[in-house]
């Protein structure tokens, strides 16, 4: 049952109710692949803006799927404020979100609590592990595409009645025009002569041959790389090609650079999301803090915070979309969540994608009740009214395909019925 107060309240009630978990999701952090400010779904609080005009009914006007997942989280709350005491907050409506909530949409918000981190170290900050599993699949990714991005300039030449051998030629320099985002913690740096493209195609360089070395971790079952790379240039030179135009060409390489863009915006993104953290962390270390370290009155993290509009944007702001968080969780086996908590509420469909993608690399894997259940509608064609939950079990749906039949599936998840963990 929620509460209905104002902003403060409600606030309040919801910090509150974090308080009782931090004990109890500290300790289940320690023993996962989390990050020390990363807090389990149940210590997630939804905040539901509803007008104060609006109120009677509320509940009832939320889609059914996004009620249903709020078991997942802690109990919710609801404010009732007017749209300009809304904007003046740190979780501002968008345009389209404010005529939605004018006309009585109820309009969802995912408070997420953060750990003060604790002063720097000598030797800087300790990079989270979402940052080095992100670092770990862009260098495979980087390894891997490369190498089709030189089959596709052979298959091409060959269109053209030259001959290049994809073995002899590097196709880095497309990653440095098409997949640089700034914000990439890059170690070489440009010096003398060397230009900022010099500078980008080292990096490229540098982490192709770490994608090299890690290939087994990311393509079950590879032993000898030269296998694998002839393996990789066939699969493409395989392809019927014949009558491609220069732009079926380019649309191929589009696609090869694709997962390189998208784990360097997300490599770029958690990044400045760690950084931005530790700047939050001295000042509001500095708020708790007397110069005799002690405080008249404990600190109310809701008016006394020290997170400005900057910041909050970094950290809560909705860099990616569902689709591009849920190819995150298959390139790099990382919860999402880590990358942008915005969109937890598709937190089963990102879980069950990673599961799938780890049974296929031969992990043993358990789907809790919610996973199966969402798994069982995904193999029996039933997708949902909303476009985006239907594109997410529709990509969920390609990636278990390419690793086991519908059939086996269905025959799998039948006799797993009995024993699925719970929720």
């Excluded at 909705?318 to 969109?343: C, K, R």
């Amino acid at each position: 049952m929620s509460v209905i107060a104002n902003a403060i309240d409600a606030m309040k009630r919801a910090n509150a109710r974090v308080d009782t978990l931090i004990q109890r999701a500290n300790t289940d952090i320690a023993s996962s692949d989390r990050p020390t400010d990363a807090f389990p779904l149940d210590a997630i609080v939804p905040v539901f803006m509803v007008h104060p005009d609006q109120v009677d009914g509320w509940f009832g006007r939320i889609d059914p799927v996004v009620a249903k997942r709020l078991e997942i989280f802690a109990p919710h709350s609801v404010v009732t404020e007017s749209a300009e005491r809304l904007q003046g907050a740190l979780y501002a409506l968008t345009r389209d979100e404010l005529s939605m909530f004018e006309r009585g949409a109820p309009i969802l918000r995912l408070q997420v609590p953060i750990l003060i981190r604790e002063a720097l170290g000598r030797g800087g900050r300790k990079k989270d592990v979402v940052e080095t599993k992100l670092r770990e699949a862009l260098a495979y990714q980087i390894f891997y595409h490369e190498i089709e991005l030189t089959a596709i300039e052979a298959s091409e030449a060959s269109a053209q009645g030259k001959i290049v051998d994809p073995h002899e030629i590097s196709c880095l320099d497309h990653f440095v025009d098409h997949a640089w985002v700034n914000g990439v913690p890059a170690k070489t740096r440009a010096s003398g002569d060397e230009s900022e493209a010099d500078r980008r195609l080292a990096f490229f360089a540098s982490l192709r041959e770490e994608g090299r070395r890690l290939t087994p971790k990311f393509a079950y079952g590879v032993v000898d790389i030269r296998r694998f790379r002839n393996a990789v240039i066939a699969d493409f030179s395989n392809l019927d090609t014949k009558g491609w135009s220069h732009a079926d060409y380019e649309a191929a390489r589009d696609r090869a650079v694709a997962p390189v863009l998208l784990l360097m915006r997300a490599y770029a993104h958690v990044t400045s999301v760690a950084e931005t953290k530790a700047g939050y962390s001295k000042r509001q270390r500095h708020v708790l803090e007397t110069v005799d370290g002690r405080r008249a009155q404990p600190i109310d993290r809701t008016t006394e915070t020290v997170m400005n509009r900057r910041e909050h944007g970094v950290i809560a702001g909705a860099a990616f979309t569902p689709i591009e968080l849920l190819n995150i969780a298959v390139l790099a086996d990382v919860d999402p969540n880590l990358v942008s908590p915005t969109s937890a509420i598709y937190s089963i469909e990102f879980s069950l994608a990673r599961k799938i993608r780890n049974f296929g690399f031969g992990e043993p894997v358990a789907l809790n009740s919610m996973e199966a259940e969402v798994f069982g509608r995904i193999l029996g064609h039933e997708l949902p009214v909303d476009p985006m939950w239907a594109s997410l079990h529709t990509a969920t749906a390609a990636l278990a395909f390419e690793i086991r039949p519908r059939e086996t599936w269905l025959e799998m998840l039948a006799l797993a019925a009995g024993s699925t963990e719970p929720r």
